[in-house]
């Protein structure tokens, strides 16, 4: 992002640019490189008699024209699309996202500018006057009220309360977190197999009191099997799993 520059009527590079653009009533998507360069250079070695030290984005956007300049000079590169490219895409692209930025600025000055004649007054209201409040007649408020219009309202409001009651997160209970001893519970799947020698994979997960119980044997079962300690068979597809343990002398 360069730093804005300033020079007389022109803040920038962009500015410039289109300022020629506008005073040679241009196309901006068909810019004439050639002229516009060259009315660009001649800003630019007026500028340089003033003063040196703003002129850095401005030589870097004249090098960017004679760059474009001479690649306008060359034969047209080909994309992938086979579509010829044209040099001054990119520049026109940010001369048109400048001068949307600019209008915008101008617009937004005017609205400042109008917002600044706009004069606001504080209240000024007697204490009196904010401290008032109405008398409430109950006589006339409860006039014509009757226990059946109450028991008819009574009963609307019940109704909309039970209208917003979700009928099936209502039903959730309350999530209570299950605690679950690893190493406890590895100790005992590693012992029952060892008394057993050999058991289904069903037999082994009733031992879990619950479905969080259930899932630790699951992945016991996987650890003991990956370190070689227990062997798994299926005869078939949906056939019971059978586990087998493994002694160390069998090893």
């Known amino acids: 992002m360069g730093i804005p520059v300033k020079l007389q009527a022109f803040e920038g590079p962009l500015d410039l640019l289109l300022h020629l653009i506008d005073k040679n009533k241009i196309d901006i998507y068909d810019i004439p490189i050639v002229e516009i360069t060259n009315q660009y250079m001649e800003y630019v070695k007026q500028m340089q008699e003033r003063d040196l030290n703003v002129m ?62 706009t004069l606001y007054k504080l209240p000024t209201i007697p204490e009196e006057v904010l401290a008032y409040r109405p008398e409430v007649k109950v006589e006339e408020l409860l006039s014509g009220v009757t226990l059946n219009k109450m028991h008819t309202i009574f009963q609307d409001m019940i109704k909309r309360q039970n209208d917003r009651i979700d009928p099936i997160r209502s039903q959730f209970g309350t999530l209570e977190r299950e605690e679950v001893d690893l190493d406890a519970t590895q100790e005992k799947v590693t012992q029952y197999l060892m008394d057993r020698k050999k058991c289904s994979f069903r037999e082994l997960l009733i031992l879990g009191k619950n479905k969080m119980q259930m899932v630790v044997t699951f992945l016991i079962v996987l650890e003991l099997m990956k370190i070689g300690q227990i062997k798994i068979e299926q005869e078939g597809i949906f056939a019971d799993i059978y586990i087998t343990y493994v002694s160390q002398e069998e090893e």
């Open 56 to 117: 850095s984005e401005f030589l870097v956007m004249a090098a960017t024209l004679l760059n474009i300049k001479s690649k306008m000079l060359l034969p047209a590169e080909v994309n992938e699309e086979g579509e010829e490219e044209d040099p001054r895409q990119e520049l026109v692209e940010q001369l048109l996202q400048y001068k949307l930025y600019k209008y915008m600025s101008y617009e937004l000055r005017d609205r400042q500018q109008e917002a600044s004649h």
